[in-house]
């Protein structure tokens, strides 16, 4: 890995922060992972790059786990995230590949979904960003920024069911200023949340391709479209598993499949040093 791609060493008082792939409910990993010496330690904060849960043997453990770290944990929401809240207000239908029923059942349930939708959907700090799938190139970070907090905003209210109804749906496929209402929110919701690749052409999102980020019709993965500003910030996320661990200077992948069998990975921030644990348990 060049030297270009790790962030200035911090100062003292930076606290040691492990950022952290998607879990989707394999609690059992994330326990391995939380045991490793080089995060183990009281002091030691960690960043969960969304998707808690779904897809895992174990959804209800994770979710407690990491809402018992406290303020040492950051969480923000993927889209497994999301399509909980969408599953608890019958916005959509519990699918066949879901393992949510644990979480549903739960007698803590209701704590455990108010705290979920009061989690952010990007933090910025550190000289780092982290969301769950990605940013419009077309987007400055402060814009990224404000427009997350609209749709935090508005999972935080009494109304949120509304609000859960209204981001659901794919279009449109590209940002404009003008737009108002849930077309506003879609967009929002699947930049940072669903976004994989996009049309080189004009940059419309594009959402069937969910392998290899392999350049065909005219697809580049969004962290390759042309424009993209404020580069000196990387972006960390996570999202793609086929895509796997990359780390450049402007983008991070932290999922690395765990849920699939393959491994959990966390990176420290202050220098990019990664641990992975085996999670062929998941599989």
Sequence with gaps: MPDSSRPAAPSAASPEIWVIGDVQGCAGALQTLLAHPALATPTAEFWFAGDLVNRGPDSLGALRLIRSLGARAKVILGNH????????????????????????????????????????????????????AGILPSWTLDQAQALAGEIESALRQDSWPQAVHDFYGEEP?????????????????????????????????????????????GLVPWFDLPGRRDLSEPIVFGHW?????????????????????RALTALRLRDHQVVQVDCTRCR
């Design 81 to 132: 995230d999301l399509h909980l809240l969408a599953v608890v207000t019958k916005v959509r239908k519990h699918a066949k590949s879901d393992t949510l029923q644990d979480i549903l059942q739960a007698p803590d349930r209701d704590e455990l979904i108010d705290w979920l939708r009061h989690q952010p959907l990007m933090v910025r700090a550190h000289g780092h960003v982290m969301v769950h």
């Design 241 to 261: 598993s086929a895509l796997g661990l990359m780390i450049r200077p402007d983008a991070i992948c932290l999922d690395t499949g765990c849920v699939w069998g």
């Design 173 to 217: 496929l590209l940002w404009d200023d003008g737009l108002q209402g849930p077309a506003r929110m879609r967009v929002i919701v699947n930049s940072l949340t669903r976004m994989r690749m996009c049309h080189a052409s004009d940059g419309r999102m594009e959402f069937r391709h969910k392998g290899e980020p392999v350049a065909a019709d």
